[in-house]
């Protein structure tokens, strides 16, 4: 009997190490997909109107666009790109249609450049 629970250790310990990280994600994909259905839910500006808000900022094309939760506020962010090649983020609240925040998207330092000179 003993030698039948030191073979079946290794087992079990397997399948608690397999079953465990995917029940883990499964839980947190379902709380992510119930956050982004409360969002949803929130916003009652719909992203067509958020990207017309956007485009009435800037000559732009929009890049993306997702609902957010910001500072307790549900929230558009919008990336798009000028004329001139800035990119730019729009922040409009979901509920109001008010431009609550414009950014310029910063570039890295060593953005574009080729780290190897040889």
């Keep these: 009997m003993k030698n039948l629970r030191t073979r079946m250790f290794p087992m079990m310990?397997?399948?608690m190490l397999i079953v465990t990280p995917s029940?883990?994600?499964?839980?947190q994909q379902e709380a992510e997909g119930e956050h982004r259905a409360a969002l949803v839910s929130k916003a009652t500006?719909?992203?067509?109107?958020?990207?017309?808000?956007?485009r009435e900022q800037f000559d732009v094309t929009v890049i993306e666009a997702e609902l957010e939760e910001e500072d307790g506020k549900t929230v558009w962010e919008i990336e798009?790109?000028?004329?001139?090649?800035?990119?730019m983020e729009v922040h409009v609240d979901a509920i109001t249609g008010e431009v609550l925040e414009i950014e310029e998207e910063q570039?890295?330092?060593?953005?574009?450049?080729?780290?190897?000179?040889?």
């Design 13 to 15: 310990l397997l399948t």
């Design 23 to 27: 029940s883990l994600l499964a839980d």
């Design 45 to 54: 500006i719909p992203i067509e109107d958020a990207i017309q808000v956007a």
């Design 80 to 87: 798009l790109v000028t004329k001139d090649g800035k990119i």
């Design 107 to 118: 570039e890295t330092e060593n953005a574009g450049q080729n780290e190897d000179k040889n």
